[in-house]
């Protein structure tokens, strides 16, 4: 292997290890002098927990810019000042969610059943206010339960992001959209705003648990579309809607082939 | 609504947005169409835009439950008849 490589690697594994430890202790040090108070003595345990949910991620990217000048953020103020809507997102790395909610202070979102049995994280999950997707949560009553407080939750001001392509992608290519976040935003009357983000896969690459801090790049969070369905229009229809934002998707994608 | 008209609006719904064709009135909707959770809140936004009223969160739980095309007529009769009893006491 080539010396410089060699080096290339070592600094990614130190400054994997720097971040990861940040994350780390720095919950341990949040879970004692804030997670905990908020838990006992917060009038709004939910707002409380996603604010400092908020404050921990805002500190891990501002730890990353520092410790790898040679990825830039461009996140536009439009980004920042998003409220009261089902954020639509597509996924590229691990990244992506912290990055949001170091974004937004006011945020929900679907996760995997399995992370809620997660000691520590799945308590923090659950007191932020996140839906687990396990069946006895997405059917019958229960799933009405999370539908209006998420309703609630976005008319005080919140937002609530999911990736409707359910997982990672692989190649940044757009994989197939579930249209659940359609029928959610459409159950609580409430706006799509469809955020592109590019070059998570790069700063973290899926596959690998190391942060490339060699490479020059640019991760970026866009705004490509707002929709405002007339859910109550005779024509109204969920397959629209999720076309229509797939189509737009497909669109800021077709754009960066052309730049290419 | 009669039950003939409510049963030929569940079956306009069905065909218009989840592109199922004459379902038997007793079939199990999840077994024999996939029907998940996210179709049943689909479906009760539409009944709520065919009564022309938004159902309660108790109504709403109510209809969760449904697995027929024919328990989605009862339930869309009681519904109705509970909102014209209510409107006529006021």
């Known amino acids: 292997m080539p010396p410089i490589r060699s080096i290339q690697r070592v600094i990614n594994f130190f400054i994997t290890l720097l971040l990861w430890s940040y994350f780390l202790f720095g919950s341990i040090v949040f879970f004692f002098l804030f997670y905990l108070p908020a838990y006992f003595f917060a009038g709004n345990r939910i707002t409380a927990f996603q604010k400092l949910n908020h404050l921990h991620m805002k500190n891990f990217f501002t730890l990353t810019r520092w410790l790898i000048p040679r990825t830039k953020f461009a996140i536009p103020e439009e980004v920042r000042e998003i409220h009261s809507s089902v954020i639509v997102c597509n996924h590229l790395s691990y990244l992506d969610p912290i990055l949001l909610i170091s974004l937004l202070p006011r945020l929900r979102t679907i996760v995997k059943s399995t992370f809620f049995k997660v000691p520590f994280f799945g308590w923090l999950l659950k007191n932020s206010g996140y839906v687990p997707s396990a069946p006895s949560e997405m059917l019958g009553p229960a799933m009405i339960n999370n539908l209006e407080s998420i309703k609630e939750h976005l008319a005080a001001g919140g937002n609530l992001f999911v990736f409707p392509e359910g997982t990672r992608s692989r190649n940044g290519k757009l994989m197939p959209f579930n249209k659940g976040v359609f029928s959610i935003a459409r159950y609580c009357d409430a706006p799509l705003k469809l955020i592109f983000i590019e070059n998570t896969n790069k700063l973290f690459r899926p596959g690998t648990f190391s942060f490339n801090a060699r490479a020059f790049n640019i991760v970026k969070v866009e705004l490509i579309g707002s929709l405002t369905p007339d859910y109550q229009g005779i024509d109204f229809s969920i397959s629209a809607v999720a076309d229509q934002a797939r189509s737009l998707y497909e669109a800021r994608l077709a754009t960066n082939k052309e730049k290419n | ?90």
Do not use: H, W
């Open chain 2, 1 to 90: 609504m009669t039950r003939q008209e409510i049963e030929r609006e569940i079956k306009n719904i069905f065909q218009r947005e989840f592109e199922v064709e004459n379902p038997g009135m007793d079939d199990n909707l999840r077994e024999e169409y996939g029907f998940d959770s996210i179709d049943a809140i689909e479906l009760l936004l539409e009944i709520e835009k065919l009564l022309g009223f938004e159902l309660t969160q108790e109504e709403k739980k109510l209809a969760m439950e449904i697995r027929t095309i024919s328990q989605i007529c009862d339930y869309v009769e009681k519904i109705t008849q509970i909102k014209a009893t209510l409107a006529g006491d006021k």
